[in-house]
C-alpha cells in the first residue's frame, strides 16, 4: 500500500498539473541564466525532447486516453494495457520526463538539470502513487497482475511489440491530439535558445523551429 501523504500529495499535483510544471520549468529558467551553447549538449536535448514527443504520439496515435480524469481528479472506465501501456504502465508520463529533461539539459546549467530532474521526478512519482492506488481499488487483481507484468517506467520492446500487434497508428490523431504540447516544446526551446544568445533578435534557429511549428499546429488544427 503506498504512503497516504504521498497519495495526497500525487492528488494535489494531478489536480493542479497544468500550472505546476509550467511555473517549475520557469522558475528554475529564471533562477539561473542558461549556460553559453554547446553542440554535443544541444544535440542531447533535443533527442530528449523528439524522443518524450515520439513516446507521447504511439500513445495518443492509438489510445483514446481520458487525459484529464473526471473534474482533474483521477479516472478510468477501463483497464488499458494495449499500445505503449503493454510496453509500460506510464508512457505519457516517461514521455513528459524526457521532455522535462530536454529542456533542462537545453538550459545547460548542471545546478538546474539536476534539480530540474529530482523535482520533477518526485511530482510525477506522486502522480503515479495515487493513480496506483485508484486503478488497484478499482480494477482489482487485474491491476496487480498487470503491474507484475508491466515495469512502472522502464518501457520494454517486447510488450510494445504485443501491445501494437493489430492495432493502426493515425499520425493525424496522434498530431491533433498532441498538438498544444508540440507547440509549448517548440515555444520553450525557441526562447531559451533566444534568451541564451542574449540578442535583441531572436536568432534564425529559433524562428525556425517556432515557424515549423505554428504551422503543423495550424495545419493539424484544421483537419479538425
Known amino acids: 500500500m503506498q504512503n497516504s501523504l504521498i497519495i495526497a500529495m500525487g492528488r494535489f499535483f494531478f489536480y493542479h498539473r497544468n500550472w505546476v510544471f509550467p511555473v517549475l520549468i520557469i522558475g528554475l529558467f529564471a533562477m539561473v541564466r542558461p549556460a553559453e551553447q554547446m553542440f554535443w549538449r544541444d544535440l542531447l536535448a533535443a533527442l530528449l525532447l523528439v524522443c518524450g514527443l515520439v513516446i507521447r504520439f504511439l500513445v495518443l496515435a492509438v489510445t483514446p486516453v481520458k487525459r484529464d480524469g473526471e473534474g482533474k481528479r483521477v479516472n478510468a472506465e477501463e483497464l488499458r494495457t494495449s499500445g505503449m501501456f503493454a510496453a509500460c504502465r506510464n508512457p505519457l508520463y516517461v514521455g513528459n520526463m524526457l521532455i522535462a529533461l530536454g529542456y533542462f539539459v537545453l538550459h545547460g546549467d548542471l545546478s538546474i538539470i539536476v534539480i530540474g530532474t529530482v523535482l520533477t521526478a518526485a511530482i510525477y512519482q506522486a502522480i503515479i502513487a495515487n493513480e496506483e492506488n485508484f486503478l488497484t481499488g478499482r480494477f482489482g487483481a487485474d491491476y496487480q497482475s498487470y503491474m507484475e507484468q508491466t515495469n512502472r517506467w522502464w518501457p520494454r520492446l517486447s510488450g510494445m511489440k504485443k501491445g501494437f500487434a493489430g492495432m493502426e497508428v493515425s ?28 540578442d535583441a533578435f531572436p536568432p534564425l534557429c529559433s524562428l525556425i523551429v517556432l515557424g515549423a511549428a505554428a504551422i503543423l499546429y495550424a495545419l493539424v488544427r484544421g483537419k479538425e
Do not use: E
Request: hydrophobic share 55%; proline share 0%; aromatic share 8%.
Open 171 to 198: 499520425l493525424m490523431t496522434g498530431l491533433r491530439r498532441d498538438r498544444s504540447v508540440m507547440l509549448s516544446v517548440a515555444v520553450i526551446s525557441a526562447a531559451t535558445i533566444w534568451y541564451r544568445a542574449g
